[in-house]
């Protein structure tokens, strides 16, 4: 079935560097365009930014843009996201969730998410 | 950017009865629109996607309606297990959630 583990969370400082990455299994990964989406505590969702199957299109959200780069390595079916810049507003669990063949829309499956704690 | 927003936001009801929830976009989005249950602790499921169409395994008491600016999610009658917060997404422009929908019992 499919699966998506995500890891790399922690406790950073302001100004710090962070790398999640989500580990896909049982399904063509290379196959599906992915995303990253984050949830403040107590708070909804954001979109935080997806990657075509290839690695070809990249978009992120306004939020993140400048500080944050996604990427996937096909081969080890595994998704990145390199988050530099780190600001309070940033903290959040963020979950890695699949999209189609075509487009990042819908998102079919999720990980379990890994929390990200920015604080000094 | 496009704003979802949706209503109420915490809906109490009791098992077995009939849940209404709605979902409007600052512009229009054609059909695209999905819906998300999340239930404490857990990751957001896909219940709804292209306004209407279930996704994969979602029970048929779960039904999605609406395009353009105006979207309903209705729960024909309510189980235990459908207790949760409700999210729309609209993905025509970007993609955007509304700020969600707690369903809790009455």
């Known amino acids: 079935q499919v699966q998506l583990v995500e890891s790399g969370g922690g406790l950073v400082k302001p100004g710090g560097s962070l790398r999640l990455s989500c580990a896909a299994s049982?399904?063509?990964?290379?196959?599906?365009?992915m995303s990253w989406i984050r949830q403040a505590p107590g708070k909804g969702l954001e979109w935080v930014s997806y990657?075509?199957?290839?690695?070809?299109?990249?978009y992120y959200a306004d939020s993140v843009k400048g500080r944050f780069t996604i990427s996937r390595d096909n081969a080890k079916n595994s998704l990145y996201l390199q988050m530099n810049s780190l600001r309070a507003e940033d903290t959040a669990v963020y979950y890695c969730?699949?999209?189609?063949?075509?487009?990042?829309?819908?998102?079919?499956?999720w990980g379990q998410g890994t929390l990200v704690t920015v604080s000094s | 950017e496009i704003v979802m927003t949706q209503s109420p936001a915490t809906l109490s009801v009791s098992p077995g009865e009939r849940a209404t929830l709605s979902c409007r976009a600052s512009?229009?989005?054609?059909?695209?629109l999905a819906w998300y249950q999340q239930k404490p602790g857990q990751a957001p499921r896909l219940l709804i996607y292209?306004?209407?169409t279930r996704a994969t395994g979602i029970p048929a008491r779960f039904s999605g309606s609406g395009s353009g600016t105006e979207f309903t999610l209705t729960i024909s009658s309510l189980q235990s297990e459908d207790f949760a917060v409700y999210y729309c997404?609209?993905?025509?422009?970007?993609?955007?959630f509304g700020q969600g929908t707690k369903v809790e019992i009455k």
């Open positions: 969730a699949r999209g189609t063949y075509s487009s990042g829309w819908p998102l079919d499956y």
């Open positions: 049982g399904f063509t990964f290379s196959d599906y365009y």
């Open positions: 990657i075509s199957s290839s690695g070809s299109t990249i």
């Open positions: 512009q229009s989005v054609s059909s695209n």
């Open positions: 292209g306004a209407s």
């Open positions: 997404q609209q993905y025509n422009n970007w993609s955007t």
